[in-house]
T-cell receptor, first 116, second 111 residues
Framework: AQSVAQPEDQVNVAEGNPLTVKCTYS??????LFWYVQYPNRGLQFLLK??????LVKGSYGFEAEFNKSQTSFHLKKPSALVSDSALYFC??????????????FGTGTKLQVIP | DTEVTQTPKHLVMGMTNKKSLKCEQH?????MYWYKQKAKKPPELMFV???????INESVPSRFSPECPNSSLLNLHLHALQPEDSALYLC??????????FGPGTRLTVL
């Protein structure tokens, strides 16, 4: 089965500093990876995806993610954090097996706190 | 219109009540989903509809009954729920299975 792991429950970063939210994956075959963000009392919002191609993927709100096959990682990054980036971030992987091509498996989530 | 709407925003119900959650999308997406989310946890998939047919049921108790009347509308009928069913219920739609558009959710409290 496909899975993703987010090793950090919470990440704190000062406003204006670069941020990284970590994700590692375990898949059979080529990975289809995603990042979502959830603001308090809201649904999830799609940020970006990796399917194939460039290892650096650009997404919404200035976020990007770096796909690293050798390290099986897909870390979310932003050069300069904003207080408004404070939210819960989920890494996700598409399930391509067991007829479950429509399933997406989410990581446990990382709470990002940007400190003014 | 790139929005998924959900009603109601909040719902409080007793264990003997029957209620329904409603979800609507007008993006022409072929798949629609129901998720349950507890606080600070990832969404848990409940049901997937593809082309208006139920394609995935993640062993959800029968007190939750989904319905897809047409390609734009998804309902979740609730009956005889338990307090542990209290959660945020999220609806989503997609054309590409990975890139899902989520509604704001219904905050359900079961007394």
């Amino acid at each position: 089965a496909q899975s993703v792991a987010q090793p950090e429950d919470q990440v704190n970063v000062a406003e204006g500093n670069p941020l990284t939210v970590k994700c590692t994956y375990s898949v059979s075959g080529n990975p289809y990876l995603f990042w979502y963000v959830q603001y308090p009392n809201r649904g999830l919002q799609f940020l970006l995806k990796y399917i194939t191609g460039d290892n650096l993927v650009k997404g919404s709100y200035g976020f990007e993610a770096e796909f690293n096959k050798s390290q099986t990682s897909f870390h979310l990054k932003k050069p300069s954090a904003l207080v408004s980036d404070s939210a819960l971030y989920f890494c996700a992987v598409r399930d391509m097996f067991s007829g479950g091509y429509q399933k997406v498996t989410f990581g446990t989530g990382t709470k990002l706190q940007v400190i003014p | 219109d790139t929005e998924v709407t959900q009603t109601p925003k909040h719902l409080v119900m007793g264990m003997t009540n029957k209620k329904s959650l409603k979800c609507e999308q007008h993006m022409g997406h072929r798949a629609m989903y129901w998720y349950k989310q507890k606080a600070k946890k990832p969404p848990e998939l409940m049901f997937v509809y593809s082309y208006e047919k139920l394609s995935i049921n993640e062993s959800v108790p029968s007190r939750f009954s989904p319905e897809c009347p047409n390609s734009s509308l998804l309902n979740l009928h609730l009956h005889a729920l338990q307090p542990e069913d209290s959660a945020l219920y999220l609806c989503a739609s997609s054309q590409d299975p990975g890139e899902q558009f989520f509604g704001p959710g219904t905050r359900l409290t079961v007394l």
